[in-house]
T-cell receptor
Framework: DTGVSQDPRHKITKRGQNVTFRCDPI?????LYWYRQTLGQGPEFLTY????????KSRLLSDRFSAERPKGSFSTLEIQRTEQGDSAMYLC??????????????FGPGTRLLVL | QKEVEQNSGPLSVPEGAIASLNCTYS??????FFWYRQYSGKSPELIMS????GDKEDGRFTAQLNKASQYVSLLIRDSQPSDSATYLC???????????FGAGTTVTVRA
């Protein structure tokens, strides 16, 4: 069990550029989540995959954001035409579907994005 | 009204004391509750989960859940400087898979 990994760990970009982040979940986990966290706040849900299907998207996820999980393994989160308000820590989490309520999400190290 | 609220910090406790953290949530149908610890600049790390009313102990940590009062708490006994971090309360609201988080309570353990 190598844990959830994310790449890159840090990204600095100029306003208007596109960025893409990658998340590799724990190998047997079929659920994958993206959250965003700004300073002084708890993580906020962005989107969720079960296997390769994107089952829910938050209202926070504008049209500039897109996420994929093409083979039900790793996932990518792309932000187009970045804005300074996109600066945040982007967190990926994964869990194993348990069929009940007792399902735990484990977080990766995060990608810290700074838009100049 | 925020869905998950935590007592405002920062909370400063002397080494060896008990740190008490509180969390309330708005959805009475919530079934799963988690405490995550987050060191500055790092990602959240799970320390406790609780699903049933009552207490759950794990080492120096005790989580307490009262669904009727929509309240969950975390006690840290014999606080150590390494416990200095932000503690996040997270709830699966109404059976959703996604987690709703409070803003966190920052704890500082002074030697």
């Amino acid at each position: 069990d190598t844990g959830v990994s994310q790449d890159p760990r840090h990204k600095i970009t100029k306003r208007g550029q596109n960025v893409t982040f990658r998340c590799d979940p724990i190998s047997e986990h079929n659920r994958l989540y993206w959250y965003r966290q700004t300073l002084g706040q708890g993580p906020e849900f962005l989107t969720y995959f079960q296997n390769e299907a994107q089952l829910e998207k938050s209202r926070l996820l504008s049209d500039r954001f897109s996420a994929e999980r093409p083979k039900g393994s790793f996932s990518t989160l792309e932000i187009q035409r970045t804005e300074q308000g996109d600066s945040a820590m982007y967190l990926c989490a994964s869990s194993l579907e348990s069929g009940g309520d007792q399902e735990t999400q484990y977080f990766g190290p995060g990608t810290r994005l700074l838009v100049l | 009204q925020k869905e998950v609220e935590q007592n405002s910090g920062p909370l400063s406790v002397p080494e060896g004391a008990i740190a008490s953290l509180n969390c309330t949530y708005s959805d009475r149908g919530s079934q799963s509750f988690f405490w995550y610890r987050q060191y500055s600049g790092k990602s959240p790390e799970l320390i406790m989960s609780i699903y049933s009313n009552g207490d759950k102990e794990d080492g120096r940590f005790t989580a307490q859940l009262n669904k009727a009062s929509q309240y969950v708490s975390l006690l840290i006994r014999d606080s150590q400087p390494s416990d200095s971090a932000t503690y996040l309360c997270a709830v699966n609201m109404g059976g959703d898979y996604k987690l709703s988080f409070g803003a966190g309570t920052t704890v500082t353990v002074r030697a």
